[in-house]
C-alpha cells in the first residue's frame, strides 16, 4: 500500500493514534493533535527554546543504507540534542512530513514509530505537525524547550583558563556511515540523548559554553572560539573514541584521528568549565555520562593542537557511575594528519577544510 492509497488525512490520523499511545500525557500539553495548533503550558519564568532540523532523502539519509525508523528516530534526536546544548527540559515537537505519493505505508509507519521511539525517551511529545506531497522524503523537526534565561547554554560563554571536555566518543558515527557505504550495508548507529548531561550542566557553577558535536569536534570547537572571542588548545591525543576504533579505521583503510576529529554527527556534547568542578570524574558523575577533558581554552586566537602547556595530566577522562542511561546516526570519511604543532585557522576556513578532507558535503546549521 502507499501512501496515495490512504490520502493526507489517512496519514495524519495515522500518526495522531500512534502518538497518543506513546505515553502518558504530559503536564506541558494543554492542546495537543487535533486542532489548528497545539497549546503548551511552561512554567513561570522560563524561556522557550526553539529549534529546528531537517533529515532529507539523498541529501542526510538514503533508503538504501537507513530503514525508515532509524530516519524517524535520527530526525528527532538531532534536534533534541540542540536542547541539550542549550541546557533546555526538551518540551514537545511538532514534525513537516512530505513525501511522494509513491511511497509505501510501511515507510511512513516506520518514520512515525522512530519518532515516538525518541519522543518517548527524550520526554519530547509529538504535539502536531503537516504532511504534504514532494518527490522526495524529509522529515523537518521543530522542537521546543525551556530553560530559565540565566541558566541558558551558550557558544560564547567560554573564558581563557577554562577545560575543555567532551561527553561520550567521538568518530563513531563518520566510521559507521563510511563502513555502511563501502559494504553497501544499512547505518545502524544512533546518536547519545544527552537531555541529562545538559540540564545537569546548566545547574552546574563553573559552566562555560556548550555545543553539540555535529559537523564535526574542528568545526564545532571553531563556532564556540569564535563566538568567545578566545582560542584554544586540543590534544588530539586525548578524543575520547569508541572500543575497538582504531583497528575498525585500519580494516576499512580509514584515519581514525581525522574521523574522531572531522567526521561529525556524534551530537556529544562538547563544552568548558571552570573552579573546582571542572575535573573529568566529578563531572562524568554529575552529567551521568563518560566526560573526557581534551584541552584548554587560551587568549591568543586560533586552534591549536598538541598537548596544552598547563594542562596536567590530571582528570584525563573518566565514566559516570554504573546504570547512567544511553540510548544510540552516521557520517563519511577521510584522511587527515594533525601533529602536536599544528596550528589551525578560526571557524569558517577550517570547517571547509575539515569537510574537504572528509570528502563530503559542507551541509549547514544555524
Given at each position: 500500500?502507499?501512501?496515495?492509497?490512504?490520502?493526507?488525512?489517512?496519514?495524519?490520523?495515522?500518526?495522531?493514534r500512534?502518538?497518543?499511545?506513546?505515553?502518558?500525557?504530559?503536564?506541558?500539553?494543554v492542546?495537543?493533535?487535533?486542532?489548528?495548533?497545539?497549546?503548551?503550558?511552561l512554567?513561570?519564568g522560563?524561556?522557550?527554546v526553539?529549534?529546528?532540523?531537517?533529515?532529507?532523502?539523498?541529501?542526510?539519509?538514503t533508503?538504501r543504507?537507513?530503514?525508515?525508523?532509524?530516519?524517524g528516530?535520527?530526525?528527532?534526536?538531532?534536534?533534541?540534542?540542540?536542547l541539550?546544548a542549550?541546557?533546555a527540559r526538551?518540551?514537545?515537537?511538532?514534525?513537516?512530513?512530505?513525501?511522494?505519493p509513491a511511497?509505501?505505508?510501511?515507510?511512513?509507519?516506520?518514520?512515525?514509530?522512530g519518532?515516538?521511539?525518541?519522543?518517548?525517551?527524550?520526554?519530547?511529545?509529538?504535539?502536531?505537525?503537516?504532511?504534504?506531497r514532494?518527490?522526495f522524503t524529509?522529515?523537518?523537526?521543530?522542537?521546543?524547550?525551556?530553560?530559565?534565561?540565566?541558566?541558558?547554554l551558550?557558544?560564547d560563554?567560554?573564558?581563557p583558563?577554562?577545560?575543555?571536555?567532551?561527553?561520550?566518543?567521538?568518530?563513531?558515527a563518520a566510521?559507521?556511515?563510511?563502513?555502511?557505504r563501502?559494504?553497501?550495508?544499512?547505518?545502524?548507529?544512533?546518536?547519545?540523548?544527552?537531555?541529562?548531561?545538559?540540564?545537569?550542566?546548566?545547574?552546574?557553577?563553573?559552566?562555560?559554553a556548550c555545543?553539540?558535536?555535529?559537523?564535526?569536534?574542528?568545526?564545532?570547537?571553531?563556532?564556540?572560539?569564535?563566538?568567545?572571542?578566545?582560542g584554544?588548545?586540543?590534544?588530539?591525543?586525548?578524543?575520547p573514541?569508541?572500543?575497538?576504533?582504531?583497528?575498525?579505521?585500519?580494516?576499512?583503510?580509514?584515519?581514525?584521528?581525522?574521523?574522531?576529529?572531522?567526521?561529525?554527527?556524534?551530537?556529544?556534547?562538547l563544552f568548558?568549565?571552570?573552579?573546582p568542578?571542572?575535573?573529568?570524574?566529578?563531572?562524568?558523575?554529575?552529567l551521568?555520562?563518560?566526560?573526557?577533558?581534551?584541552g584548554?581554552?587560551?587568549?591568543t586566537p586560533?586552534?591549536?593542537?598538541?598537548?596544552p602547556?598547563?594542562?596536567a595530566?590530571?582528570?584525563?577522562?573518566?565514566?559516570?557511575?554504573?546504570?547512567?542511561?544511553?540510548s544510540?546516526a552516521?557520517?563519511?570519511r577521510?584522511r587527515?594528519?594533525?601533529?602536536?604543532?599544528?596550528?589551525?585557522?578560526?571557524?569558517?576556513?577550517q570547517?571547509?577544510?575539515?569537510?574537504r578532507?572528509?570528502?563530503?558535503?559542507g551541509?549547514?546549521?544555524?
Amino acid at each position: 500500500m502507499r501512501l496515495r492509497d490512504v490520502g493526507e488525512f489517512g496519514v495524519i490520523e495515522a500518526i495522531a493514534r500512534a502518538a497518543s499511545r506513546a505515553g502518558p500525557p504530559s503536564p506541558h500539553v494543554v492542546l495537543g493533535i487535533g486542532d489548528d495548533a497545539a497549546a503548551l503550558r511552561l512554567r513561570s519564568g522560563e524561556a522557550v527554546v526553539v529549534t529546528t532540523d531537517a533529515v532529507v532523502e539523498d541529501v542526510h539519509f538514503t533508503w538504501r543504507h537507513q530503514d525508515a525508523r532509524t530516519v524517524g528516530r535520527r530526525a528527532l534526536l538531532v534536534a533534541v540534542s540542540d536542547l541539550s546544548a542549550m541546557g533546555a527540559r526538551p518540551v514537545a515537537a511538532v514534525v513537516a512530513l512530505a513525501a511522494p505519493p509513491a511511497l509505501p505505508v510501511a515507510r511512513a509507519r516506520g518514520l512515525t514509530r522512530g519518532l515516538l521511539d525518541v519522543a518517548r525517551a527524550a520526554g519530547c511529545p509529538l504535539v502536531g505537525g503537516n504532511v504534504t506531497r514532494a518527490r522526495f522524503t524529509s522529515l523537518t523537526v521543530t522542537a521546543l524547550g525551556a530553560a530559565p534565561p540565566a541558566r541558558l547554554l551558550r557558544r560564547d560563554a567560554a573564558r581563557p583558563g577554562d577545560r575543555l571536555f567532551v561527553t561520550g566518543t567521538l568518530g563513531g558515527a563518520a566510521l559507521a556511515v563510511a563502513r555502511a557505504r563501502r559494504r553497501d550495508a544499512r547505518v545502524r548507529h544512533l546518536p547519545t540523548l544527552r537531555v541529562r548531561a545538559g540540564l545537569a550542566l546548566a545547574r552546574m557553577p563553573g559552566a562555560g559554553a556548550c555545543i553539540d558535536v555535529s559537523d564535526g569536534l574542528l568545526a564545532d570547537l571553531g563556532h564556540v572560539l569564535a563566538a568567545s572571542g578566545v582560542g584554544a588548545t586540543l590534544d588530539p591525543a586525548r578524543l575520547p573514541r569508541p572500543r575497538g576504533f582504531a583497528a575498525a579505521c585500519a580494516r576499512e583503510g580509514l584515519d581514525p584521528e581525522a574521523l574522531a576529529l572531522a567526521g561529525g554527527e556524534d551530537y556529544e556534547l562538547l563544552f568548558s568549565a571552570r573552579g573546582p568542578g571542572a575535573r573529568a570524574e566529578r563531572l562524568a558523575r554529575r552529567l551521568g555520562a563518560p566526560v573526557r577533558e581534551i584541552g584548554v581554552v587560551e587568549d591568543t586566537p586560533g586552534l591549536r593542537l598538541g598537548p596544552p602547556a598547563a594542562s596536567a595530566e590530571r582528570g584525563a577522562g573518566a565514566r559516570p557511575p554504573r546504570g547512567a542511561a544511553a540510548s544510540r546516526a552516521g557520517r563519511p570519511r577521510g584522511r587527515a594528519s594533525t601533529s602536536a604543532a599544528a596550528t589551525l585557522p578560526a571557524a569558517p576556513a577550517q570547517r571547509g577544510a575539515a569537510e574537504r578532507r572528509m570528502g563530503r558535503p559542507g551541509w549547514r546549521h544555524f
